[in-house]
């Protein structure tokens, strides 16, 4: 291969540096910017950190597969969602009746976004790239997208996640009860998870883009790639973070916009879009149900890792006990965002999501984000409360409807006994 076609083959590996070095700059150089400009700027070096994030996790899982391994990937995985949550939550601690309300923000609208535009959009990716191009698939897997087996695990563990996190609607705080409860789900979890792994010798999935042209090198340069991958993004995350929060609370105040709205939505846009790309590609690549498995999985992250460490973060600066404040419209907010979830549960209980639950996701999405922008606080108040409900009553007629599917789904995710069974009959 000669130096050009290398440097053609690489050069997308230049750009999440490119992108995270202006912001770099901006963070060290001191130079007064506009809020708007900054926020730009540093919302850039989030993008490129997070997509070396999203590379080095996919090459470090061919090395690394289980237990502290496995829940040191999760914590990197979340790294950019929860960076401004904690920055905040941090800040709370000190001052809560001005940071409280935007700790929580970030995460209900990065939860949000992950299932409404997420999930969706995989699924209707991998169906019309079957249209185009598996025209044979089976008339049954033309308007869904069908888990594994295996993939019970990540739905009964998000199941359980969704329906903790609808008492937080009732809570006045977030405590480190509730951290304790959040990290040992996501430890069972990971237990399961590898027990899954070990038992079935799953291959690792197909790696895309440059991550899978590192990979076809040698072992020693791609954990090297992995490693540096990670400690870039890292370190460009911790570094402009703080900034980055600052920016959108300044931004709101120049432009007169809702700063809630603003941590909530920006920043998870930032964070989020370098694994949509990701499992868009997957989906288009005919890997449907691996691409809704990784952002399942990316869910039952958010739920308990990213909330968890919220009030852990808080008591620490506070130098108390006492937990992070919830006030009415986190509540409301809360409450929505577990409703949503429990929503998208009983849409994957019988084990697929259907090109209709798809757009049912999308659209409740999109109308709630619209009319967060565009309704008085009164109102939106009352469309918050009011699309919950909605969620949780659709929520539970799938769930009687198919309330068997959702019994066999949470003993097999929980227990396992499907799949000893099952293993049993073929061995």
Known sequence: MTATAGVRRNWPLALPVVAAIPG????????????????????????????????GTELAERDIGQGLALALLALIAVLPEYAVDVVFAWKAGQDPETYAPLALANMTGANRLLIGVGWSLVVLAALAARRRRAPDTRPEDRSAVRLEPVQTVEIAYLAVASLYALTFAL?????????????????????????????????VGELIGPAARIATG???????????MLVFAAAVILAVAEPFADGLVETGTELGVSQFLLVQWVAPLASETPEFIAVLLLAWKLRGAAALGALISSKINQWTLLVGILPLVFATSA??????????????????TAAQSMFAV?????GALSRRGAWALLGLFLAQFALAWTLTPDLAQIERVGLGALYLLLAAILLIRNRRAMWMTLRDGLTGRALQAERSETG
């Open 171 to 203: 809570r006045d705080t977030l405590n480190l009860l509730d951290a304790v409860v959040l990290f040992g789900i996501f430890a069972l979890y990971l237990v399961r998870v590898s027990r899954v792994d070990d038992d079935d010798d799953e291959e």
């Open 319 to 336: 130098g108390s006990l006492a937990g992070l404040p919830i006030d009415p419209l986190q509540r409301e907010e809360l409450f929505l």
């Open 218 to 228: 040698p072992a020693r340069t791609r954990r090297w790639a992995a490693v540096g």
């Open 346 to 350: 009983s849409l994957v209980a019988a």
């Open 24 to 55: 770099l700059v901006l963070r060290f150089g001191g130079a007064p910017t506009p809020a708007v400009l900054a926020v730009l700027v540093l919302g850039a070096a989030v993008v490129g950190a997070a997509f070396f994030l999203s590379w």
